[in-house]
């Protein structure tokens, strides 16, 4: 079983950026299609973005333009840079390994003025 850590949320301005992180355990991390997922208060999870082993990516439509995920299978971490944050991209993000079980802890990102 692969286990995830999330870090690098915090409180940012509209306009700003924040790079999140999510460190894999496990030496097969490079085979596994990983995500980052959001939810924010009183709604569904959603898809924000998703990086194949292969390093092909796919983006949610509120998101493309100004979020870029990618991978670097040497440091098993899958990594989400968010630029020009918006109050409504505020939720709870988590990490995950597409077709398991597994899923980080989650990081809140809280954009605000």
């Known amino acids: 079983q692969v286990q995830l850590v999330e870090s690098g949320g915090g409180l940012v301005q509209p306009g700003g950026s924040l790079r999140l992180s999510c460190a894999a355990s496990?030496?097969?991390?490079?085979?596994?299609?990983m995500g980052w997922y959001r939810q924010a208060p009183g709604k569904q999870r959603e898809l924000v973005a998703t990086?194949?082993?292969?390093?092909?990516?796919n983006y949610a439509d509120p998101v493309k333009g100004r979020f870029t995920i990618s991978r670097d299978n040497a440091k098993n971490t899958v990594y989400l840079q968010m630029n020009n944050l918006k109050p409504e991209d505020t939720a709870v993000y988590y990490c995950?390994?597409?077709?398991?079980?597994?899923w980080g802890q989650g990081t809140q990102v809280t954009v605000s003025s």
């Open positions: 995950h390994t597409l077709n398991t079980p597994n």
């Open positions: 990086v194949r082993n292969g390093g092909t990516t």
């Open positions: 496990g030496s097969i991390f490079r085979l596994y299609t």
